[in-house]
């Protein structure tokens, strides 16, 4: 019999990639806001009732970092109450729940990269929406994944290779942060990883993002000299000097522990998922 998969957020930039990794073996339901706004149980129910999904990935999210900051009830509505309603509509129909987390759940003061058994403090509204949303999930279910990813890039989407590229080729000279250390991850590896977690049957907690790890200086960096950008001078700034709204973790690399030991699998270095995404962006123009 043919699994079937619901998947919130589907119009979003992991959704699509997501939508995309289940299409063989998989019975797809996309699920957009326009189908299920997450912040209201009960639509949640009567959709996922209809649909009777073996399995729900939980990807829709209030991403704007420092809009929640700006509207905290937003946030609180749609990270937090939001994946309340999507466990619950997914425990009353009987299937499993896989809810995509943040590494800003973390306050990045550790010296090293983040296990899954180290202990969340969030410092954004952001942050603390995506906890209380891994809450949610753990106190309704029994039968869940949690997978933290971060520093997100991939088509589709609002991302940082593309605001880099574009800015480039704009100023020709661009202000990238330097004391914030994170692992970029291609949607496209998330993606496919998550499927393997789902094929696993292996429920918990998982850290996912691609090898490797840099500050957002050096990925821009890494981004001009891929993109063969020429003339342009990509200068090293102190996150205050953005003076955002959120506050962002200092060091927010994560170790995937859990992904390793039990499906042995090791993501390829960020580089090198860099590389496949603008060769990608070449190939489809
Ligand atoms: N991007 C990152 O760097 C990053 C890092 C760590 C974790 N994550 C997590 O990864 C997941 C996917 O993020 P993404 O980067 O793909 O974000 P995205 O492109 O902003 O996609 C999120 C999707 O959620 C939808 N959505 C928002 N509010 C909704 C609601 N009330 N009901 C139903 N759908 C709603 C959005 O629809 P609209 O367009 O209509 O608003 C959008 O299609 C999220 O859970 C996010 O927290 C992302």
Redesign the pocket.
């Known amino acids: 019999m043919t699994r079937r998969v619901l998947i919130?957020?589907a119009?979003?930039?992991?959704?699509r990639r997501l939508v995309e990794a289940f299409e063989s073996g998989w019975s797809v339901v996309p699920a957009?806001?326009r189908d299920?706004?997450?912040?209201d149980l009960d639509a949640s129910r009567r959709f996922v009732k209809e649909a009777a999904p073996h399995v729900v990935i939980h990807?829709?999210?209030?991403?704007d970092v420092d809009g929640c900051e700006k509207d905290p009830d937003r946030a609180r509505r749609?990270n937090g109450i939001?994946t309340r309603n999507v466990a619950i509509a997914t425990r009353d129909s009987g299937a499993d729940l896989l809810y995509?987390?943040?590494?800003f759940v973390f306050d990045g003061t550790q010296s090293g990269a983040y296990h899954e058994w180290d202990a969340p403090r969030p410092i954004s509204v952001y942050g603390e929406s995506?906890l209380w949303g891994e809450h949610f999930v753990r106190d309704l279910l029994t039968r869940f994944w949690i997978v933290r990813?971060?520093?997100?890039f991939g088509p589709d989407?609002k991302n940082f290779v593309d605001t880099i590229r574009t800015r480039a080729g704009t100023t020709g000279e661009l202000h990238v942060v330097n004391d914030q250390r994170g692992s970029p991850t291609y949607t496209v590896d998330l993606a496919s990883e998550i499927r393997r977690i789902v094929d696993s049957g292996g429920h918990g907690v998982y850290h996912v993002s691609n090898g490797g790890e840099c500050t957002w200086h050096e990925f821009a960096v890494e981004i001009v000299k891929q993109a063969g950008l020429k003339n342009v001078r990509v200068l090293e700034i102190g996150s205050a000097e953005l003076a955002r709204p959120a506050r962002r973790p200092t060091n927010s690399v994560l170790a995937n522990t859990h992904l390793e030991l039990t499906i042995g699998r090791h993501m390829r270095p960020w580089r090198d998922a860099l590389a496949h995404y603008l060769q990608q962006k070449t190939e489809s123009k």
């Open positions: 919130t957020g119009a979003g930039m992991l959704g957009t806001r299920m706004d997450v912040t990807a829709a999210a209030y991403t749609t939001g995509v987390s943040s590494d995506k990813t971060q520093w997100v989407g």
